[in-house]
């Protein structure tokens, strides 16, 4: 494909993408998942894991020392892919978010389904304009279809089990 192609398709313009492919710019992370999205390839294939492991084991177990992380450094959280692989319909992702860290100010939408469980701390949850507080061992379940966003609320880290199906990385 052509940059213009990708741009075009990724809603950006092909100076920034010109920039993006040769290092010179980093894409945020919705730029990233658009230019995925063209290209019909899943963003965490971007990201390269030194794995050792026996093919069989890769494909099915993951050790907790050796989780695929994404840190959004400013936004204050970490994801952790608790899933083997990103090939399947399902994802699941171990989210720390520091306080105050979250998803951003934006509301954003995507195909499918999500749930998750706040495994420590409180969290705020948007899902179509309705604020939800969340502590410790509550969960939710909602269309991702829906505007949704979320932070956290306490004064330590909040931690959180959460669900997508399709995997959106």
């Known amino acids: ?71 959004f450094g400013d936004r204050g959280m970490v994801k952790s892919f608790v899933t083997a692989h990103d090939a399947g319909t399902l994802q699941v992702m171990d989210i720390v978010l520091q306080p105050r860290g979250g998803s951003g100010e934006d509301a954003y939408r995507h195909a499918g389904e999500e749930c998750g469980l706040v495994l420590g701390g409180r969290l705020e949850i948007w899902i179509d304009g309705h604020a939800f507080h969340l502590n410790e061992g509550d969960s939710f379940h909602f269309e991702s279809a829906l505007p949704h966003k979320f932070r956290n609320l306490s004064d330590g880290p909040t931690r959180v089990l959460w669900i997508t199906t399709p995997p959106v990385w």
């Not at 390839?41 to 050796?66: C, G, K, N």
């Open 1 to 71: 494909m052509s940059l213009k192609q990708v741009a075009d398709g990724a809603g950006i313009s092909v100076g920034l993408m010109s920039q993006i492919e040769r290092g010179i710019s980093s894409p945020s992370i919705r730029v990233l998942r658009a230019i995925c999205a063209v290209l019909d390839i899943p963003v965490l294939s971007l990201f390269v894991w030194d794995d050792h492991l026996s093919d069989r084991e890769a494909r099915m177990i993951v050790r907790a020392d050796r989780r695929r992380s994404i840190d």
